[in-house]
């Protein structure tokens, strides 16, 4: 059976910590599955298209990484497409915190699809995309946080 991963969040945008734990993450996987959650509640800076043309052009020349939009539960699209496993990034004890329980719940809904943890490089640990909205809502460079592909 193939080795499918969903790497599930916002990305908006998308950042160097990302592309580090799906690079990371490759050889561990036969596929995974770049997941741009659809949430009406979230008032996102960039399109959902932009999100997905940027994730896109940055995995061009790597086969096994898919990139697609989702909506509803995540364990619910993991069973549409057959995937085992959900991928999430931890930066600190704070996002330790937070994704536990849904990481559990996730569990007692699915008992099938495994969450598994990358922890974040030090030299990551700070980049988030909220940060990054900031630092261009206020005209700042946020460049060096994003892979090349992310143009602003
Ligand atoms: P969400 O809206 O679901 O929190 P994000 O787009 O903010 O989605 O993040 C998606 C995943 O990437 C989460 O698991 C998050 O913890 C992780 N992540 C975010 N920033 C980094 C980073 N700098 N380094 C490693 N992982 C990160």
Request: proline residues 4%.
């Amino acid at each position: 059976m193939k080795r499918i991963a969903v790497f599930p969040g916002s990305f908006d945008p998308f950042t160097i910590g990302h592309e580090s734990i799906v690079c990371r993450s490759l050889h561990l996987f036969d596929e995974i599955v770049v997941a741009v959650g659809k949430n009406s509640s979230k008032a996102n800076m960039f399109s959902l298209e932009q999100r997905i043309d940027w994730i896109t052009a940055i995995f061009k020349d790597v086969p096994s990484v898919k990139v697609t939009a989702y909506e509803g539960l995540t364990v619910n699209f993991c069973k549409e497409i057959g995937a085992g496993f959900i991928l999430r990034g931890l930066r600190t004890s704070s996002d330790f915190e937070y994704e536990r329980p849904i990481a559990q719940m996730n569990k007692s809904l699915s008992y099938n699809v495994e969450t598994i943890f990358v922890t974040a490089l030090p030299e990551h640990v700070a980049i988030s995309s909220s940060i990054i909205r900031d630092i261009l809502r206020n005209g700042g460079d946020a460049s060096q946080f994003v892979p090349q592909a992310v143009k602003f």
